[in-house]
């Protein structure tokens, strides 16, 4: 069971929006920043969003971040094929003293 | 772009101690935090400890007991060694840098994976 909550799956159309929740605490979200992550299985994650809402170096601004309270979001404009992949929220947890992941969430571009 | 490369044994018995290694490159070793994460057949990442160059080590608590994370700056390489090992710490497992300002991971390693067997 994760610290932080996302759905296990979310699917959309090419070139439709989509976007993926990532719930948590006042110990984690709540009070520290958030990062996202995109991993194609058998390859490195790779940092998509980090500070809850600024663009990596690279990543195109068809992905975007936001956070509100506990909650944070990873949105996706313009889906592509190439999107599909399993999406990772993380945070550090102030009261665990350690730094959580969400559970994942497989996006199917369909 | 910073690359990672992990390397060790892809197969350990139970009850005995998982052992990896991460080369970085040089001259990158005091800017991160060094991580180990891991992310077991079928499930989600769990980061399981880091160590700053310095000598600072935090540890995931569920594992903390069986976990020693090293630093080897003559090498350029930090070392995971998790002992008493079982078929639950099955998994591929990352090495990856933490920003020492703890908000995010980058760059991070292919991953290795480990799988416990008799």
């Known amino acids: 069971q994760s610290v932080l909550t996302q759905p296990p799956s979310v699917s959309a159309a090419p070139g439709q929006k989509v976007t993926i929740s990532c719930s948590g605490s006042n110990s984690n979200i709540g009070y520290n920043y958030v990062s996202w992550y995109q991993h194609f299985p058998g390859t490195a994650p790779k940092l998509l969003i980090y500070?809850?809402?600024k663009r990596h170096s690279g990543i195109p601004d068809r992905f975007s971040g936001s956070k509100s309270g506990t909650s944070a979001t990873l949105g996706i404009t313009g889906l592509q094929t190439g999107d599909e992949a399993d999406y990772y929220c993380g945070t550090w947890d102030t009261s665990l003293s350690a730094w959580v992941f969400g559970g994942g969430t497989k996006l199917i571009v369909l | 772009q910073v690359q990672l490369q992990e390397s060790g044994p892809g197969l350990v018995k139970p009850s005995e101690t998982l052992s990896l290694t991460c080369t970085v490159p040089d001259g990158s070793i005091s800017r991160y935090y060094w991580s180990w994460i891991r992310q077991p057949p079928g499930k989600g990442l769990e980061w399981i400890g880091y160590m700053y160059y310095r000598g600072s080590t935090n540890y995931n608590p569920s594992l903390k007991s069986r976990v020693t994370i090293s630093v080897d700056m003559s090498k350029n390489q930090f070392s995971l060694k998790l002992k008493s090992v079982t078929s639950a710490d099955t998994a591929v497992y990352y090495c990856?840098?933490?920003?020492?300002?703890?908000?995010?991971?980058?760059?991070w390693g292919q991953g290795t994976l480990v799988t416990v067997s008799s």
């Open positions: 990856a840098g933490l920003v020492t300002s703890l908000k995010w991971f980058d760059p």
């Open positions: 500070d809850n809402n």
